[in-house]
């Protein structure tokens, strides 16, 4: 299992491509397709699956373009889908983007449990809502993909459409920090961490 990080997205976001066995997930598209086609054209990979860890437009801005090049599967939590198919909603305009978004509907609608099969691994699904309804973390074998919902001694902003302190702050403390210490986080801004660290020096949870 390989891991690829594009960290120079929309408002500094990480796109993420994981790969096992020439087949690749792309975590996240905030970043330019062209740098992704190229990680995928040179290490020879075929994207299976497009999958977004929540709707706001930093993580979805490139995915109906990844689509068209890829016919990889676009996958989102079955609650995110109206924040991700709505401009008002998922920030694309609010911020005033005049890159057209190329909307695809959602291909595969995840459930909190679902587990995608990627070469001889799979991706296990963590319903993590709080940031927004339907957001979440994808886990596979010893890396966490946390979207905007855990960052490096932060938190996700919950002053969103969708958002709640409440649920976010239970989505961390019952979701995260249960899973082993040893567990690299990969977060959606900024730099990894690990479960053990955040769950002993995050001050926000």
Wanted: aromatic share 8%; charged share 25%.
């Amino acid at each position: 299992m390989e891991l690829v990080i594009l960290s120079n997205g929309v408002f500094a976001s990480n796109t993420y491509i994981v790969e096992n066995r020439k087949e690749c997930a792309i975590i996240d598209c905030g970043n330019r397709p062209r740098d992704v086609m190229a990680v995928l054209e040179k290490k020879g990979l075929k994207a299976k699956y497009i999958i977004l860890t929540h709707g706001h437009v930093d993580h979805i801005l490139y995915a109906g373009e990844l689509k068209k090049e890829t016919g990889a599967q676009i996958c989102i939590h079955s609650d995110e889908e109206d924040l991700y198919m709505d401009p008002m909603k998922n920030g694309y305009d609010m911020f005033g983007f005049d890159i057209d978004l190329a909307h695809y509907p959602p291909d595969r609608l995840l459930k909190d449990g679902d587990r995608l099969p990627l070469g001889e691994t799979e991706l296990v699904i963590i319903h993590t809502p709080g940031h927004s309804p339907g957001g979440i973390s994808v886990l596979c074998g010893n890396m966490l993909f946390t979207g905007d919902t855990l960052f490096q001694l932060s938190v996700g902003r919950t002053d969103l459409y969708g958002g709640s302190v409440k649920s976010l702050a239970e989505s961390i403390k019952n979701r995260l920090f249960t899973l082993d210490g040893e567990i690299t986080v990969y977060p959606g801004h900024g730099p990894l961490t690990t479960i053990a660290f955040e769950r002993e020096n995050n001050p926000y949870v």
